[in-house]
């Protein structure tokens, strides 16, 4: 076994593959926050005056709020002052072609494994890259635009469809909603917004990629999705971060806007550096994702697979407002090491028949805490409402620790709600059944995670469907010997 | 291909094999019976190598490599199969993935290459034809909601996969019924070969009436008391082990 | 003056004319009330029971005299003529209308007890509930530690005679605030079983504010059942904190069905290995009745197994919540917890609130916790009318069988069949004679 462990130890040290760091010149902002940086931000973006004024009202009503303890998660106070909240890859002029962009960023997108290559057409998906805070290029959108679609990144959005940014900004999220809401609407930076006209199908996954690269920097990026009737769309998140000592910012905002008939499936890879073993460094990940089923008969589904950053704060829900309404939540959340996750969802049912289904596996190893904290709302007026949730824990070691807040709130007899939630380990006795099939330890515990994991693996697209299987692998390396 | 000399190993401080003997020669059949609590099944999980049991004596050549120092996956690999008592349930993981797996790590061990997708499935196909298993249930998580009967056919099946030099039947028949026994033994008869051998762990005869032995020993207390042909199953199911305390005794 | 403030200078005049063992203790828990106050909805584990609306009105402070001539008796629970009764009156305990019949139980006034045998239980195990309640209200009914009660059974002694306990409050002329307390200590070996019930006389508002911790010793057996039936301008909050400090076995049924706002907090801590503990509640409330279940079950030590199964049916505009946490902390291997909560919701203004949490810091554990809400089974119901049973029967019957569940839990056959007979009078207000017992 001697030398097993140190082949894990090595699998250990080097698992975070994403944590280089791309010497790209950046313009940035002076460190720390106040009214002269939302205005640098804003002017840096070329924004209209009605966007100041929203970022700058956002910020007077953060300046009141406090920083959210009710988590089950602990980490010292972060100074947010001592934050640089707008840094932009210095290119030197407006790109006419993805041949122009910088080579060194070109590089770091291909070492993520990133296509920005519309002649790469095989993975057929649809990419707009962000890099610390903005959007560095857009992929496919020709294509797209002459079905209609807008895919763009939300600083073009603001110049070149004020009139949709000004309807559905801060209409899912509002501005006030909480702390870190608050702090994105008042500096984000940049993010991508997708508009689906009606009756249009989108022909391909969309997909955005973040990456935080220079230093004291965070990132705070907002997505806006808009459905309208009858369209669909499936949007794909993939999120990666340098490896440093110091911890980053991630409080990212996305709200998903569905009309009638219509269908946005929003799937997350997160992988933000988690630290290293002994807990030093990662992402503190403090998201806001809200979706809204405005419409009769639409649905929303969120899929997240959770694997990195130092502390995770995110529960991506929605609001069934629409009569027939369905709202889905998949998460698997796997920590390890120092890892703290506190994630779930909010299924708030307003409409009448309106259904909703909860699907949460965590998984945690090392010494990390895996928290599911959700919420499943019947309003009085929401008749024949249904809902059914499912949170499985599994634990590998026994330092760890697996903890279940889920919130039930029911003011309507017709209404069907159920709960079950189990905690286990993984056994002994089907490691041992794997070994003696010649299977070692650690390709056993990926085999019985992915298992226990199958059921959300199951709603990824087939091209993050492989990637979130590998992650989960190694995000788990060394965890059970 | 096994020696097994003076084996002692226990579980807990509490001493279960006091001193086994055994050696099988490739392309024999052996037969391990006795009644309940005489080691039968801590013998296989000694030979498998469960870390619960502590051996605390003798050795175990396998292969002519020393089979005790190796871990669970590299007996595997030396061709060591164990088909359980109790086959393990694993939530969400498919029989065909989990043989994939297995496959492949145990060719990376014996330095052969992987099979890609459409050879492995067509090795899974003659193993299917071979033991006569449903694909249906090779589609579903690994033995759960299985029946008693399904499991032990698919322990057959992953035994026909591995393709073993030595397979350990640890209580295969116990809780079928004759047709599921028939079926299950149809399968091991139809691995058998001159290279390799089996090592068949009953409680009762009947078994033996489809896999018929070469070798039959008695285990009692932890020692092989008495050791014969396929005859001596059939005494066995006639006296019972009754005549071992007896037997004992006088010794 | 507001409420509160009456309360506080209450309180504070308790420190100058009680000098006994217990005047440190009440001194410290008032400091913390002054701290903390009453919880306010912000307060998660008061986040859906507004206990500050309680201080809105002005009460009788209950540790002021009392008329011992209250008929009190209207209240006692079958086969009392054999059992032990501890009578509390607006608060305090009240010797003279309790009997203790039974050897080996021994029931002293709690200032007594904290300077005679039993001063070193009760300096130690005395308000540790704290420690699980850090809330204004533990605090408060600690810092009026006044007319409380000891009760010890000792070791080896099975109490033949089960001990019923009755909390009544005197509301002829004006609203009380009672706040009883007791400390059980149950000896090594020893069994008993308790009935708690509560009562009122006269038609004014009450908040009694109750805190009972028991301590459980090895291979110590207890049965403690609690009906709760007040009128509908009694507002309680009965705390029950079970201290297993010893291999034993704990058994707690709580039924509800009346009450203006009633919250349990019924907490086990399982401080040795090999504990076990049952749980099991039902509530059925209607009009504006609001009652809330807060458990915690705490597993310090390996092997321990509790269950736990809540049922509530709600009607009117009444409000049911359950929260059910469940730790296991870090070694206590094998742990075995199941906790599961169930609802039927009788009427559109009716809401439940239900979060069972668990907690889980060791690895070798099967803990599992499931709930349900819903309406009454229409599959069943149209079954029964289908053999030709009415609809207001079969609605009786499927309610009747929904809390026969928890009702089996009750196990002495008087008290089982005293709350069957609270539950189907109930009923048959509902859907008339509907249920024949």
Not at chain 2, 229 to 244: D, N, P, Q, V
Request: net charge negative; glycine share 8%; aromatic share 8%.
């Amino acid at each position: 076994m001697n030398d097993g462990l140190s082949t894990i130890e090595q699998q250990i040290t080097s698992d975070y593959k994403y944590g280089f760091t791309s010497n790209l010149e950046a313009d940035q902002a002076p460190k720390g926050l106040n009214e002269d940086i939302i205005r640098f931000i804003s002017g840096r973006k070329k924004e209209p005056e009605w966007m100041l004024e929203w970022r700058l009202k956002a910020y007077r009503n953060w300046l009141k709020m406090e920083v959210p303890d009710w988590a089950n998660i602990k980490y010292p106070a972060v100074d947010f002052q001592d934050i640089i909240y707008y840094s932009a890859p210095k290119q030197s002029k407006k790109l006419n072609s993805l041949d122009e962009i910088d080579p060194e960023l070109r590089r770091t997108f291909e070492k993520l494994g990133i296509s920005l290559d519309e002649q790469k057409r095989l993975s057929g998906v649809a990419v707009d890259a962000v890099i610390d805070s903005v959007s560095v290029a857009t992929t496919f959108r020709e294509q797209l635009g002459e079905l209609g679609i807008i895919f763009c990144s939300i600083s073009e959005a603001i110049q070149e469809h004020p009139e949709l940014i000004k309807k559905y900004i801060g209409s899912v999220v509002p501005m006030t909603d909480n702390f870190y809401a608050a702090l994105n609407s008042a500096v984000f930076t940049d993010g991508s917004f997708c508009y689906i006209p009606k009756g249009v199908r989108c022909p391909m996954e969309l997909s955005t990629y973040f990456r935080i690269n220079a230093e004291n920097t965070g990132q705070f990026e907002r997505t806006l999705i808009v459905a309208e009737e009858g369209s669909y769309v499936s949007y794909l998140e993939g999120c990666t971060a340098p490896m440093r000592d110091e911890n980053q910012l991630h409080a990212a905002v996305v709200e998903l806007v569905a009309m009638d008939h219509a269908e946005i499936k929003y799937s997350t890879v997160q992988n933000w550096y988690p630290g290293d073993k002994e807990g030093k460094g990662g992402i503190y990940n403090f998201v806001t994702k809200r979706g809204i089923c405005a419409g009769v008969h639409s649905k929303i589904s969120w899929t997240q697979v959770e694997t990195g950053s130092a502390v995770t704060w995110k529960y991506p829900s929605c609001i069934l407002k629409g009569d027939h309404s369905i709202g889905e939540f998949y998460s698997v959340a796997v920590t390890n090491h120092h890892q703290q996750a506190d994630t779930g969802t909010k299924m708030i049912h307003l409409g009448k028949n309106t259904r909703s289904r909860i699907v949460s596996k965590g998984i945690s190893a090392g010494v990390s805490h895996n928290s599911y904290r959700g919420l499943v709302s019947v309003a009085k007026n929401a008749s024949n409402a249904r809902n059914f949730s499912q949170c499985d824990s599994l634990l590998l070691g026994d330092r760890c620790g697996a903890h279940t807040f889920p919130y039930i709130e029911v003011k309507n007899n017709t209404a069907q709600v159920e709960h079950e939630a189990t905690t286990s380990k993984i056994g002994e006795d089907q490691i041992f059944y794997c070994n003696q099939r010649g299977i070692d330890t650690e390709t056993a515990v990926a085999l019985i995670v992915n298992g226990f994991a199958k059921e959300v693996m199951n709603q990824l697209p087939m091209e993050f469907a492989v990637e979130a299987q590998k992650l989960l692998a190694i995000t788990l390396e060394g965890s059970v010997g | 291909m096994l020696q097994i000399k003076d084996l002692q190993a226990g579980i807990e401080g509490k001493e279960i094999l006091k001193g086994i003997n055994l050696t099988i020669q490739p392309g024999e059949v052996h037969a391990i019976m006795g009644p309940n609590g005489s080691g039968k099944s801590t013998l296989a999980s000694v030979l498998a190598g469960r870390s619960d049991y502590e051996v605390t004596g003798g050795s175990v050549e396998f292969l002519g490599k020393d089979l005790l120092d190796l871990s669970p996956e590299a007996r595997a690999g030396e061709g060591l199969f164990l088909a359980f008592q109790y086959p393990v349930e694993i939530p969400g993981l498919s029989t065909i993935n989990f043989m994939k797996t297995a496959v492949n790590e145990v060719r990376k061990y014996r330095g052969q290459e992987a099979l890609d997708a459409a050879e492995f499935l067509k090795l899974m196909k003659e193993k299917m034809n071979l033991v006569n298993i449903d694909k249906n249930l090779l589609t579903r998580s690994l033995n759960e909601g299985f029946s008693g009967g399904e499991k032990k056919r698919n322990e057959v099946f992953q035994m026909a996969m591995l393709e073993p030099r030595l397979a350990i039947l640890d209580e295969t028949d116990s809780g079928l019924d004759i047709d599921a026994i028939r079926i299950a033994a149809a399968g091991v008869n139809a691995v058998r070969s001159k290279e390799n051998a089996t090592l068949v762990i009953t409680h009762y005869q009947r078994l033996l009436d489809y896999i018929v032995p070469d070798f039959v020993h008695v285990l009692y207390n932890g020692r092989i008391v008495k050791s014969g042909g396929k005859e001596l199953a059939l005494e066995l199911e006639e006296t019972g082990y009754s005549f071992l305390k007896n037997e004992m005794n006088i010794a | 003056m507001s409420t509160i403030n009456i309360i506080k200078d209450k309180a504070r005049e308790l420190g100058t004319t009680q000098a006994d063992a217990l005047q440190p203790i009440r001194s410290a828990a008032l400091a913390s009330f002054d701290k903390l106050g009453v919880p306010a909805v912000k307060h998660e584990e008061w986040k859906y029971t507004r206990i500050s609306q309680l201080f809105n009105q002005s009460y009788k402070i209950g540790t002021d005299t009392v008329d011992s001539k209250l008929n009190w008796e209207l209240f006692r629970l079958p086969e009392f003529e054999t059992a032990n009764e501890l009578v509390f009156i607006n608060g305090v305990y009240n010797a003279a209308a309790s009997t203790v019949r039974s050897a080996g139980l021994v029931v002293l006034p709690l200032e007594e007890a904290a300077k005679g045998e039993y001063a070193s239980i009760v300096s130690k195990h005395l308000g540790h509930s704290a420690e699980y309640l850090k809330d204004g209200i533990n605090a408060l009914n600690t810092s009026f530690l006044v007319g409380g009660v000891f009760i010890g059974v000792n070791r080896s002694t099975e109490i033949e005679h089960p001990v019923y306990i009755y909390t009544i409050n005197d509301g002829r002329a004006e609203n009380v605030f009672a706040q009883p307390r007791t400390l059980v200590h149950v000896a090594a070996n020893a069994g008993v079983m308790f009935v708690e019930t509560y009562g009122s006389i006269g038609h004014a508002d009450h908040f009694t504010n109750q805190v009972m911790e028991v301590v459980v010793e090895q291979d110590a057996r207890i049965e403690y059942y609690k009906i709760q039936n007040d009128h509908a301008g009694a507002s309680l909050v009965s705390t029950t904190h079970f201290r297993q400090v010893g291999k034993s076995y704990v058994h707690a049924v709580t039924i509800s069905l009346n009450g203006a706002m009633v919250r349990n907090n019924l907490n086990m801590v399982m401080e040795a290995e090999y504990c076990e503990s049952n749980m099991y509640g039902l509530y059925f409330t209607s009009d504006s009745c609001h009652v809330d279940n807060h458990t915690i079950v705490d597993n310090a030590k390996p092997h321990c197994l509790s269950n736990e199964y809540y049922k509530g049916i709600l009607d009117g505009a009444s409000t049911g919540v359950f929260n059910g946490k469940i730790f296991v902390r870090q070694d206590a291997q094998k742990i075995n917890a199941f906790q599961s909560n169930k609802n039927i919701l009788l009427s559109d203004t009716a809401s439940v609130y239900t979060k069972p949490q668990l907690e889980i810091f060791a690895d070798d554990v099967k803990c599992s916790h499931g709930c349900t809400i819903g309406r009454l089974d229409e599959e069943g119901l149209f079954y029964l009318r289908s053999r030709g049973i009415t609809e207001a029967t079969a609605k009786s019957l499927l309610l009747h069988s929904f809390a026969v569940d928890i009702l089996e839990q009750v196990k002495p056959d008087a008290i089982r069949v005293y709350i069957d007979q609270l539950i189907s009078e109930r009923l048959g207000s509902y859907y008339g004679n509907a249920y024949p017992i």
